[in-house]
């Protein structure tokens, strides 16, 4: 058994390779950008890539390897059920929508009129979504038809930046009110507005259609649930001060029991039908207290998850204790391969 492994600092990988050493495992680091890299992993049996949204290089090529080289017969993280809808929530109504979950109702338009026309009979305030971006960047409260005919002309005309420079100040200058960030983010937010970071100057901006999501009243949080193969945990996360939402927040609740069960056993039921290696569901509640699914990724910080006691199993039994699921998506792999 021998994996290869793209590396790169604060992803998955880290890891993976301290996973790989203590278990005795054959690895490889290799650099997925090299034109030979086919013939590089060609003679391991898996291939590990924890890609990122804002990583042009990895937008622009990630998916293409990872999905030819499945075709070889490697196995690879993420395959194709896990990796395909990544970072693009349109991807993901379709997805949700065609298997059944119980997504926040989405409206997507490729045709300026029709949206037009939809936006004269919409009731308000409804969320403004681009398809790409963590974090809640890209995300607006649009709160009267005025402020939705500017977006959809925005959307059918020049389009939009995949960062939002000025989005990006604000947060940063709150954090720092908050004394969750430092006066050196705020000086980062300050240069980002006249000075974009190199990934966002790579990628062509977002036009060409609208998405919207219902907004929810009455969520003071989400939850974030992760599974990865036969196994779940979860955070609560609060939404941000004068806001609606929770995603990027950094106020997070581990204690298990505060996470709505049924957070748990519809994230297992989804995920029957997705067949990811590993997903996470952001939940909020409908008007009837009812989970709905926001949006789903394949990846997430490591790191934010340490402080997690436990974690349910598929029978919904808490299993208290420290776990490493980049651990457990190697364990799985490997048992995949040898069946």
Known sequence: MKIAIHHRQGSFSERWIEYCKVKGISYILVNAFD??????????DVFMWHHHHAQYKDVLT??????????????VFPDLKTG?????????????????AP???SYIFYDKQQALDWAKEAS???VFKLKGGAGASNVKLVKNY?????????????GFSQFDRFGYFVEQF?????????????????????NIPYFAKQQSRERGYIYFQEFIPGNDSDIRVIIVGNKAFAIKRMVRENDFRASGSGSIIYDHSQ????????????????????IAFDFIFDNNGNPLVVEISYGYSAQAYDLCAGYWDENLIWHEGKFNPQGWIIENLLKSYNN
């Open 103 to 105: 997504l926040v109702p």
């Open 259 to 278: 996470i709505d069960i049924r957070c748990i056993d519809l994230a297992f039921k989804i995920n029957h039908k997705i067949n990811s290696t590993s």
């Open 35 to 44: 034109n030979d890299i086919v013939d590089q992993v060609s003679d391991c």
């Open 124 to 126: 308000y305030p409804k």
């Open 146 to 158: 005025s402020e939705i005919v500017n977006l959809i002309n925005k959307a059918f005309g020049k």
């Open 174 to 194: 709150n954090k720092f009110k908050k004394g969750k960030g430092s006066f050196i983010g705020v000086l980062k937010g300050i240069i980002r507005v006249f």
């Open 84 to 100: 395909w809808h990544f970072d693009d929530k349109v991807a993901q109504k379709y997805l949700l929508e065609a298997i059944g």
């Open 62 to 75: 990630a998916k293409r390897i990872l999905f030819a080289l499945e075709h070889a017969g490697i196995k």
